[in-house]
């Protein structure tokens, strides 16, 4: 089992430029978030999928957008990028009120 | 000590000793907790998880300690190991929802360095 896998693994953007962040997991997991990373930080939630079919905000939603194609792939899009952005991404999966299993994360570079 | 709020940005050790992270959390209603490491460039990696029913759980060479009268929450790894090296969250969650899912918050974590 690949666990979680994420893609790109880097990306650079120009302000104003658009990206999809892709995510999907094998593990047959209900639940899947998605977080950033900041320097010298904790992971912060942007959005989660409870079960296929739904999403909600987390602690910090704006400026992004997520879709739960299905039980296994849960996409986090940026419709105009700031440097603001510039961040770690992590997707993460779980089988509902337990641990989280992440993956290798996303480097995304806005200038 | 760490907290979902402040934390103790370095821990350095000798290999071999004991090693205790500690993190606070100020949620009451916090009912699940859990670490995680992270080693550089890796996404996070679940060490040991503890609910609010439990004072202690064990790991491999791993215990977690739950205080929820002082709202504390320790890690402690047994003759810690180079490989231990690498960053040390605590997160929590509440209640499970009734929707599903599992909303942790993170505190802002804990380097720990272990001295040949």
């Known amino acids: 089992n690949a666990g979680v896998t994420q893609t790109p693994k880097f990306q650079v953007l120009k302000t104003g430029q658009s990206m999809t962040l892709q995510c999907a997991q094998d593990m047959n997991h209900n639940s899947m978030y998605w977080y950033r990373q900041d320097p010298g930080m904790g992971l912060r939630l942007i959005y989660y999928?409870?079960?296929?079919?739904?999403?909600d905000k987390g602690e910090v939603p704006n400026g992004y957008n997520v879709s739960r194609l299905n039980k296994r792939e849960f996409s986090l899009r940026l419709e105009s990028a700031a440097p603001s952005q510039t961040s770690v991404y992590f997707c993460?999966?779980?089988?509902?009120?337990?641990?989280?299993?992440f993956g290798p994360g996303t480097r995304l570079t806005v200038l | 000590g760490e907290s979902v709020g402040l934390h103790l940005p370095t821990l350095s050790v000798q290999e071999g000793d004991n090693s205790i992270i500690n993190c606070a959390y100020s949620?009451?209603?916090?009912?699940?907790f859990i670490w995680y490491k992270q080693e550089s460039g890796k996404g996070p990696q679940f060490i040991i998880d503890i609910r609010s029913n439990m004072d202690k759980r064990q790991g491999q060479r791993v215990t977690v300690l739950l205080n929820k009268t002082v709202k504390h929450l320790s890690l402690q790894i047994a003759a810690t190991q180079p490989g231990d090296s690498a960053v040390y969250f605590c997160a929590e969650s509440g209640p499970p929802p009734t929707g599903g899912g599992n909303k942790l918050t993170f505190g802002t974590g804990t380097q720990l360095k272990v001295e040949l």
């Open positions: 993460a999966s779980s089988a509902t009120y337990n641990e989280q299993f």
């Open positions: 999928s409870a079960s296929e079919g739904t999403t």
């Open positions: 949620n009451s209603a916090s009912d699940y």
